[in-house]
């Protein structure tokens, strides 16, 4: 007997409506029965199970292809120009920290691989920012910057020691695991040493006392973190964070440590009788021979020297390290303002005179790597406000506008004789 108009079928089946094998109208047009209900629902859960094992294969390979040392190395060779035994340093310590993470531990052994923070010494403008950023963007994953200039102990005026871990929280949009596996860079950890190589009868509340702060930060230790920083609201629920995991590199440019090195190795810094050119390499090369116990002579107390066991110097920039930044690295300053032009339909030249005498510029003036970017700035500026205007489609910067440009900047007080 066919079904009257008030009698549902299923439209999956045909199934019609009965006690037996019910059918649900699931909207008009589209009528299940109960078969065809737990059908769908196994179907679905069958692939919900695929979908997780797929992920937890892509998590399990993903967790297994840390880059090499090697691999690291020649990612920052793409982004830094020498510092080859800081990268080294920096390729071996990294890869070993993130395969500590990644170890499962298995059978009766019971060897714990502790942390391996690191500390990078050398002049300003050498790339010790640099390196930390390039190596958590080859890693992907959450990094801040902090700088320890700002830090006090809890209490006083100024930025808590736990507004670092606040920060890489912001980093990773309060993603805890992920923050628990970041890397943290301390800036200007120089600044926080005590002010003498005693300790104080008087607090130092910037200096030692932040250092005997960041000690549980950098051994590892839960710690419990205001989501908005600081303690001006004790409403605020607290987050717990677990550093055990997370890379803290620390970076400093430690002015005047080679006095230290000095008097330690029993080198005569300066005098008379020596040959100049001599002393002024000697004198450079002085920060390749840091060690823990000129750090302590410096201000920094033992307990935070033995939680920071990788220790590191870069070297000063000379002429060839400069020129070779202003154009060899992927995001080189001379190949950043050729893109810039080129948006208007400029091509850029660099005469070699030119970067030659903004090489010797960046070293005269003792800006390191950092102070291309202000020469350069300065040069181009004038360009930069002409050219989009200009019909001609070319500019060439050479030696003579070099000039011209730093002497209308004032970047000389008094025009040099020849």
């Known amino acids: 007997m066919a079904p009257n108009k008030q009698t549902l079928v299923c439209s999956m089946c045909g199934n019609v409506d009965c006690a037996s094998t019910p059918v649900v109208k699931v909207f008009d047009g589209l009528n299940l029965c109960t078969d065809c209900i737990g059908f769908i629902d196994e179907a679905r859960d069958t ?11 892509g998590a399990s390979k993903k967790k297994n292809s840390i880059p090499k040392p090697k691999e690291i190395h020649e990612f920052l060779n793409q982004y830094i120009i020498g510092q080859e035994e800081a990268k080294k340093y920096l390729s071996v310590a990294v890869y070993n920290h993130y395969k500590r993470i990644n170890e499962e531990k298995g059978g009766d052994d019971d060897v714990d691989i502790e942390k391996s923070n690191i500390i990078l010494v050398g002049p300003t403008g050498t790339g010790k ?4 950023k390039t190596i958590a963007r080859l890693l992907d994953v959450p990094f801040t910057i902090v700088d320890a200039t700002v830090l006090t102990e809890a209490g006083y005026v100024g930025e808590d020691i736990e507004s670092l871990l606040t920060r890489l929280l912001q980093a990773c ?22 002010k003498s190589d005693n300790p104080s009868i008087t607090r130092d509340v910037s200096g030692e006392g932040v250092q005997q702060g960041l000690l549980k930060l950098l ?23 677990d550093t055990k995991d997370i890379l803290f ?18 080198t005569q810094v300066v005098g008379f009788g020596h040959d100049g050119k001599e002393m002024k390499k000697q004198r450079e090369n002085l920060m390749k021979y840091v060690m823990p ?23 000063p920039l000379d002429k060839e390290a400069l020129l070779r930044i202003l154009t060899e690295p992927k995001n080189a300053i001379t190949r950043q303002y050729k893109k810039l032009f080129a948006l208007d339909g400029v091509k850029l030249e660099f005469d070699e005179s030119a970067l030659n005498l903004i090489a010797d510029k960046a070293i005269e003036y003792k800006l390191g790597a950092r102070g291309l970017r202000s020469i350069v700035e300065t040069i181009m500026v004038d ?11 070319k500019f060439v910067v050479d030696a003579d506008y070099v000039k011209r440009q730093l002497e209308k900047a004032h970047f000389e007080k008094t025009k040099i004789e020849e």
Do not use: W
Not at 129 to 132: G, I, N, V
Not at 174 to 182: F, L, S
Not at 230 to 235: A, D, T
């Open 47 to 57: 692939q919900l199970k695929m979908r997780n094992a797929s992920k937890k294969s």
């Open 129 to 132: 920012t640099l390196l930390a």
């Open 173 to 194: 949009d309060y993603d805890v695991e992920r923050a628990q596996k970041g890397i943290v860079f301390i800036d200007e950890i120089d600044k926080i040493a005590r």
């Open 219 to 241: 051994e590892g230790s839960t710690v419990l973190v205001p989501p908005n920083g600081g303690r001006k609201h004790p409403e605020q629920k607290l987050i717990p964070v």
């Open 249 to 266: 590199i620390c970076g400093g440019a430690f002015d005047g440590i080679e006095r230290k090195i000095a008097s330690r190795l029993n």
């Open 293 to 315: 116990q000129d750090l302590k002579s410096f201000g920094l107390i033992p307990e935070i020297i033995g939680r920071l066991p990788v220790l590191t110097s870069l070297e």
């Open 383 to 393: 360009a930069m406000y002409e050219m989009p205007s200009n019909p001609d489609k």
